[in-house]
């Protein structure tokens, strides 16, 4: 909105106080400055709030707005007086006003800190969260103008509003003066008063996606009238999956005495429906779409899926079609799937919805799945029905315009159908918020990732988000970090996603590998080696080995206590004739998930070559309950080499609700039943698995290997988030973080470049050593006279560098002279390095004194828009940039995920005596880190940090060489109040 003439020009309207926001209830709301404009909306407004909520906001009966009211409360400067609204369809719902007083409680201006705050909530709708939202933003606000206390005077009745301010979080006092409750809020923000924000986001963010998979009545708008079309076709779909709720179809075309479609109610409108639509699923043209979502927004619609195209992957007119269609939905308190979406599937049974493209539904399982392309998910459901896998959910975004992965992972993140989150993401609109969430949901559920686009350094068309420049290394690391799998390709994706779904996590790397085929199990004992597993020799059974033999060895291997996860491998039988045996699969199969169920819980992965049925015989649902295999009946199953095929065993299968299944992480069976239900390893007193998950089978070694080396690290990821890693507290007592801000300050200047600035020498040594970090000195060198006279103050032996940016840091191009013990020696080496590289004012000389002997690393910090501060860490030199062998971690770090970093490099045996040598002082190294991190995070003024060399001895360290740079903070959206993203 445009400020009004009215409005003091000094204060402009604030426009970046405008915000969606998700409420309680899961719908979406506005919150924005009031303006001079909003005088009929805030009479029209106070008209329809009760009397007993105008009594406990003004402590008397006060049934109507005088003129001079509606003024006082649409007249604003804000920064003294400040008013904001929530509005729903362009109306306003609730307000919330403070003014800036002194200490003795009168109207003032700054340098005055303390405002007096008030809100009117809308009875209707009242217990949907407004008000907490809307203390947020107002905090926010003053915060903004230098305001850090809110006052409030509350009657004692008025509990709703008591308990706003009371869950908030703030630091408050209360007392009761006058018959009235004082209430004081400390609006600076607090670990709790932060907890209680994303707690709030998250109930707020899965309820809005619940809505969208859950709906009770379900209208498809553009339902063609002839066979054919994507409405048509949305409609067939969503009638054949069963859905358990109403469905409409609309289209402003049916003839006015259509009754039904597809045995439906045809309406040429939704408000021609006269009954609830809960969710719109849209296929019309672009251009008619804004005519569709004012009928479904003014008609309590509460989502909308959008398979509509031409929008923003259509270019420049297209993103703002999109832009549009998002405000519009959002006014109306919906979200959007979409648009150009495939669709959305929830497969409970209490739900069957199938509002999508795909015309079979998937069978219910345990695992979410989201793409951001038709194609891809297309793919995915292919490749998951294919091998027996069972789905919660699966959402296809389109170009994710409003609803993203991040709101499904705060949905799957309590969702108790679901187990495993697989997502496919071209693009990461708030990293930041991602890598939170992600972390949070790894620790009770796997979450496993495909990026797609990690190289073209833009967005697909259609995603109109932020870039991060961070390169896809840093990326993948930062997830890693996060506890996210990361896997390059949706066939990993699904590889990965089968194992967790189906069995337990391991306790280790240990791996046992059993199978008929020597040649298989070698390839599988190398696979393990290159993934860094540690697998034993590969125990052969030989060809001859039957079904039986295949259980008990896999009996003794899950009983064996140095083993931490099975493969099996398995060739076909073959007869006399030569020819492979067929039905042996799901005998064998039969065999497997008799020893799998009967066992101690441990991951069971087979590798099998062209055996017929087994990986469908494998994927079967079993029973809770053990049933009798082949191995315990006579047959042709015991008899060892070639014998006739035998039908496999028919046993009970029982229903979803009866069929047991633990989450992954927990003792027990795998959850890729379809059951809702789990079983703990405490409920089985024999230290057996509960229950049978399904076992996954892969047709190559390497496939399986590779799953279950991401199994073994997000296993051990988990086992260290159960003890998170904490920032030394002896880092206080050594960093004077006052100080530094004032130098910060001091060296931006009043009016700083938005670009920033780089330090000098000294001035970045000045800064570093308020956190602890001191820098080696290094003396300018213009000239041999200069580089002697350095060399005496420093004392010998001294080293002779460059510090010319193209020879920086470079001592392969000779740039470096190390260990000149005396004047002679100096003055050599600086008629040397001048002779061969240029000129001293080319070359900018530096002297510096030796320090003891060690390994030269790096330490970086930097600040990217989108995902925050970032730690790196890598040995110095050209092999390590040439190989990229640098690990990264999110700012802040703790004392795990720096004693993490500096292992995580390739490099990093050299770190630890690699070849006889003594170990470097890691303990040093990783304090150095700690505090870096603490610098960054502590002051986002800082946004790069580079130490090179750091030189890490058998005792201690040295940092040679330091670059900072500092410029006007960016904007922490994930600090602010809760908001929805707007691109």
Not at 445 to 460: D, E, F, L, Q
Request: proline fraction near 8%.
């Amino acid at each position: 909105m445009e400020p009004t003439p009215e409005q003091s020009p000094h204060h402009a309207y604030p426009d970046h106080w405008e915000a969606d926001v998700v409420l309680r209830d899961g719908g979406t709301a506005r919150v924005r400055p009031i303006t001079t404009d909003d005088a009929e909306r805030l009479v029209s407004f106070y008209e329809q709030v009760s009397d007993e909520s105008k009594y406990y906001r003004f402590f008397a009966p006060y049934p109507r707005l005088s003129a001079r009211d509606v003024h006082r409360f649409t007249h604003h400067d804000y920064v003294d007086r400040v008013g904001l609204a929530v509005t729903v369809g362009g109306e306003f719902i609730a307000t919330v006003r403070y003014d800036r007083i002194d200490d003795r409680g009168r109207p003032a201006s700054a340098p005055a800190d303390e405002a007096e705050v008030a809100f009117l909530v809308q009875d209707a709708h009242q217990g949907r969260g407004v008000a907490s939202a809307l203390l947020e933003h107002i905090a926010a606000v003053a915060r903004e103008r230098g305001i850090r206390r809110f006052a409030a005077e509350v009657l004692p009745a008025n509990n709703k509003m008591i308990k706003v301010f009371r869950d908030a979080g703030f630091t408050q006092q209360r007392s009761f003066e006058d018959g009235s409750v004082h209430l004081t809020l400390d609006l600076e923000p607090t670990a709790e008063s932060l907890a209680v924000q994303r707690a709030r986001e998250q109930r707020a963010e899965a309820r809005s996606v619940q809505r969208l998979l859950a709906p009770g009545s379900v209208a498809v708008i553009g339902v063609g009238r002839a066979p054919g079309g994507v409405g048509r076709t949305v409609l067939r779909n969503l009638l054949g999956s069963g859905f358990t709720g109403r469905t409409y179809a609309v289209n402003t075309s049916f003839a006015d005495d259509l009754g039904t479609v597809e045995g439906v109610p045809a309406h040429r409108s939704v408000g021609g429906i006269g009954e609830q639509v809960d969710l719109a699923v849209v296929a019309v043209p672009a251009d008619r779409v804004p005519e569709v979502v004012a009928d479904c927004g003014e008609h309590g619609v509460q989502g909308i899926v959008v398979l509509s195209a031409g929008y923003a992957e259509r270019g420049a007119e297209g993103r703002e079609r999109q832009r549009e269609l998002v405000r519009q939905a959002r006014s109306y308190g919906m979200r959007i799937i979409g648009p150009n979406a495939f669709g959305i599937i929830n497969t409970s049974e209490s739900v069957r919805l199938n509002a999508s493209l795909a015309p079979e539904s998937p069978k219910a399982g345990r695992i979410g799945l989201f793409t951001q392309s038709g194609a891809i998910g297309i793919a995915l459901l292919s490749g998951l029905h294919r091998r027996g896998a069972g789905l919660s959910a699966f959402i296809s975004a389109g170009n994710r315009a409003d609803v993203s992965g991040n709101d499904f992972l705060q949905y799957w993140y309590e969702d108790q159908g679901t187990d495993v989150a697989l997502l496919y993401l071209e693009s990461l609109g708030n990293p930041r918020k991602f890598t939170r969430l992600a972390r949070r949901t790894a620790a009770v559920k796997p979450v496993v990732v495909v990026k797609g686009a990690r190289h073209s350094g833009t967005n697909p068309p259609g995603h109109a988000v932020p870039v991060s420049r961070i390169p896809d290394a840093t990326v993948s690391a930062l997830m890693r970090q996060a506890g996210v799998i990361r896997v390059d390709t949706v066939t990993e994706m699904v590889d990965v996603g089968l194992l967790l779904a189906g069995q337990p996590l391991p306790d280790g790397p240990r791996v046992a590998i059993l199978g008929n085929s020597e040649s298989l199990g070698l390839l599988t004992y190398d696979a393990c080696l290159a993934e860094g597993l540690r697998p034993r020799p590969p125990r052969d059974l030989t060809t001859e080995a039957s079904p039986r033999d295949f259980r008990r060895a896999l009996a003794e291997a899950l009983a064996d206590r140095t083993c931490d996860a099975v493969i099996v491998t398995a060739i076909p039988w073959v007869g006399e004739n030569g020819e492979a045996l067929t039905g042996e699969g799901e005998v064998l199969a039969a065999a497997l998930r008799e020893a799998a169920t009967t066992g101690p819980a441990k991951p069971v992965a087979v590798v099998h070559v062209e055996m017929g049925g087994l990986a469908q015989a494998l994927a079967a649902a079993t029973s809770t309950a053990n049933q009798p295999g082949p191995a315990n009946q006579p047959g042709p199953a015991d008899r060892p080499g070639p014998h006739p095929a035998a039908a496999a065993p028919q046993a009970r299968t029982s229903s979803p609700a009866a069929s047991a299944a633990t989450p992954p992480g927990r003792s027990g069976a795998g959850a890729a039943t379809d059951s809702a239900d789990t079983t703990d390893s405490a409920d089985a007193t024999d230290g057996t698995r509960p229950s049978a998950g399904r076992i996954p089978a892969y047709p190559a070694a390497e496939r399986a290997v590779r799953a279950l080396a991401e199994v073994v690290k997000y296993a051990q990821w988990r086992r260290h988030a159960a003890a998170p890693g904490k920032v030394p507290e002896f880092l206080d007592e050594t960093i004077d973080e006052h100080a530094t801000a004032g130098l910060i300050e001091t060296l931006l200047g009043p009016d700083p470049d938005p670009r920033g600035r780089p330090l000098t020498h000294d001035e970045a040594r000045e800064l570093l050593a308020g956190y602890g970090v001191p820098v080696r000195p290094a003396l300018p060198a213009p000239d041999p006279e200069a580089a002697v006279a350095a060399a005496a103050e420093l004392g010998y032996p001294v080293a002779l560098k460059t510090t010319a940016p193209h020879l920086r840091h470079r001592a392969d191009l000779g740039g470096v002279r190390l260990d000149l013990v005396n004047e002679n020696a100096l003055r050599r080496a600086y008629d040397e390095l001048t002779e061969l590289l240029g000129t001293p004012a080319e070359l900018r000389p530096v002297v510096q004194a030796m320090v003891p002997r060690g390994v030269d690393t790096v330490v970086r910090a930097s600040i990217d828009a989108a995902a925050g501060a970032v730690l790196s860490f890598g040995l110095a030199g050209a092999p390590s940039e040439l190989l990229g062998d640098t690990a990264h971690r999110l700012v802040p770090a703790t004392d795990r995920d720096v004693a993490e970093l500096i292992r995580s490099i390739r490099a990093a045996p050299v770190l630890f005596g690699w070849r006889g040598a003594a170990p470097a002082d890691t303990a040093a190294l990783e304090e150095l880190l700690l505090r870096v991190s603490r610098l960054v995070d502590d002051h986002p003024e800082v946004v790069s940090v580079a130490l090179e060399p750091v030189v890490v001895a058998t005792q201690g360290l040295t940092v040679l060489g330091a670059t900072v740079r500092l410029a006007p903070p960016p904007a922490r959206s994930d600090l602010g109040p809760r908001r929805l993203p707007s691109y």
